[in-house]
């Protein structure tokens, strides 16, 4: 499980470093312990580089993509950077839908690229692309290395972009350049950018407080960018008796059990859930992207709080209040007159019950082909207080949304803007890596397996014990319910799938067949058991509803 590291051997002493070196080692400065990546030729220094350095694991995936998709996927769990690394051209080209995940969710990535030498640039170079062109719309940062002296000032550079504006730096670095020598000194540690803390006015936040207690009927919606102040949205919820909602990548945050949280606002929540937010006089948006998945009511009055400002002021009647949820709430709390409201506490508690009744109903425990809800209950009630989840795109990231039951300490990450399929897998390899012992559960469909299992080699060559559930259901599942919804005959969705058990035990792993719903539960159980890589195929009904 611990990847690829330095490997002591007879590299001899310089008194000079490789410019390859000098990068990785201002990276591992910044706090960069982790790479994604395949080697190739134009990138050569740059491996090496990563071989010779202790304190920095390389990790070898089977294709580019999943290289940039785990890298994002380890930011959006731990809030910590990590890297990719490839080849020139195709190899940077394969990045793509990776990074654009990174930059929809607003995870810090760092792409490291080679590239051909400068003398073999241009129209009929082998593996050669224009690589600044073609990173420029994906990244926040975005530079080649041509001049060996400008290597620390550009690792510095890319950094501070990816951690400030919460992106993708890319570098790309000619194979030539990557082997020169050079004597540079090391960015000071105090030139390294702080924490970013904005908060807004106390006169901003008294504004908010006074509209708040005006308000007869408030509902705050908790997204993604509430994660560091959920105790205090809590707090708020209870001081002025409202229902909190979230939005989908917030799912977890807040308790569902706690007895103020009402599910999902949006395409897979609750009808209660969007019952409260559109009876509403005033809505609280803490940390929410307004994405058509969520779909807040428009022309409601709003107290919005975003650390970014281009979201603020979606609404005509907004107090935006731009900072920090973390740093906001608390002040805002501190504002707000308590409200006790018997009621609607007891309103609330029965919308709970009854949207966790069409829940429970929805699990038919005796249907066969297995049905996704009750896949869910399932899983509910067998995955561990401290799991970590990755969840894909498509019927299983639906039915994970809408009916999953999240507890304890667990978190989730998902493709969440760009919503690409295939995420699930490589996720949670960086999940595993980052959280080594905490359970891994990946949540797939047999569409989005297929798209990336050959990383499950992945996991059984690095030993990473993980639980692969895949929903089988022999089609791009979504994709039928989209056509039929828009009179579309069924076309192009059918899947030829192979044994996923059989392909499990065939790379190393484990693997479990489910047909029946009384073999779920323990086919999970013996998968979360083994301490191994393995699938556990689940024959799935293919109909929504």
Excluded at 183 to 204: K, Q, R, T, W, Y
Excluded at 506 to 516: L, Q
Aim: charged share 25%; aromatic share 6%.
């Amino acid at each position: 499980m611990s990847g690829e590291i330095h490997s002591s051997g007879d590299e001899g002493v310089r008194g000079e470093q490789t410019v390859a070196e000098v990068i990785i080692g201002e990276l591992v400065r910044w706090g960069v312990g982790v790479v994604f990546g395949i080697p190739g030729t134009s990138s050569l220094g740059v491996i090496d580089a990563i071989r010779k350095h202790p304190e920095i694991r390389f990790f070898q995936v089977r294709h580019e993509e999943t290289a940039a998709m785990a890298a994002s996927a380890y930011h959006k769990l731990t809030g910590r950077v990590a890297a990719c690394v490839t080849i020139a051209g195709p190899g940077a080209t394969n990045l793509a839908t990776g990074l654009y995940d990174a930059k929809e969710d607003r995870a810090s990535v760092i792409s490291l690229n080679g590239q051909v030498k400068a003398q073999y640039a241009g129209p009929g170079g082998f593996q050669e692309i224009d690589q600044d062109a073609f990173f420029r719309p994906v990244t926040v940062y975005n530079n080649t290395l041509h001049e060996k002296t400008m290597a620390v000032r550009l690792v510095d550079a890319a950094m501070r972009h990816a951690i400030v504006h919460r992106g993708v730096a890319q570098l790309s670095i000619p194979n030539d350049v990557q082997k020169e020598h050079v004597d540079l000194a090391c960015c000071p540690a105090e030139g390294m950018p702080p924490s970013v803390e904005i908060a807004p006015s106390d006169a901003g936040i008294d504004r908010a407080a006074g509209v708040v207690n005006r308000a007869e009927r408030p509902v705050i919606i908790a997204g993604w960018g509430a994660r560091d102040a959920v105790p205090v949205v809590r707090a708020i919820a209870e001081r002025i008796a409202a229902p909190v909602l979230t939005t989908f990548r917030a799912k977890g945050l807040i308790p569902e059990d706690d007895p103020w949280h009402l599910g999902i606002l949006g395409s897979v929540g609750s009808a209660q859930a969007r019952k409260k937010a559109e009876e509403a006089d005033l809505l609280l948006a803490f940390g929410v992207g307004f994405s058509k998945q969520t779909n807040v009511p428009g022309e409601k009055a709003l107290v919005q709080v975003d650390l970014d400002p281009i979201k603020l002021g979606r609404h005509r009647e907004t107090v935006s209040l731009w900072g920090d949820c973390g740093l906001v709430l608390p002040r805002l709390l501190e504002r707000l007159e308590r409200r006790e409201d018997a009621a609607r506490k007891e309103t609330i508690a029965q919308d709970r019950a009854a949207w966790r009744a069409q829940i429970d109903n929805e699990a038919d425990p005796a249907a066969v082909p297995v049905r996704p809800p009750f896949i869910m209950q399932v899983l509910s009630e067998i995955l561990p207080d401290d799991a970590v989840i990755t969840v894909d795109v498509g019927e299983n990231g639906w039915w994970f949304g809408r009916n999953f039951r999240m507890k304890g300490t667990q978190q989730f990450a998902m493709s969440g803007y760009l919503a690409t399929m295939g995420f699930a897998m490589p996720a949670a390899i960086a999940a595993k890596i980052a959280y080594p012992e905490r359970p891994t559960v990946c949540i797939t469909g047999d569409g989005g397996f297929s798209m990336a299992m050959a990383e499950f080699l992945t996991a059984v060559k690095y030993d990473l014990p993980m639980t692969v559930v895949v929903l089988n259901n022999h089609e791009l599942g979504m994709i039928r319910v989209e056509q039929r919804m828009e009179n579309y005959p069924n076309f192009g969705t059918e899947l030829h799938n192979p044994d996923f058990a059989a392909y499990a035990r065939a790379c190393g792993g484990e693997g479990f067949s489910v047909e029946r719903p009384d073999e779920l539960a323990p086919a999970v159980a013996k998968a979360l058991e083994s301490g191994r890589p393995a699938i556990v195929d689940v024959e799935t009904d293919p109909k929504r509803f």
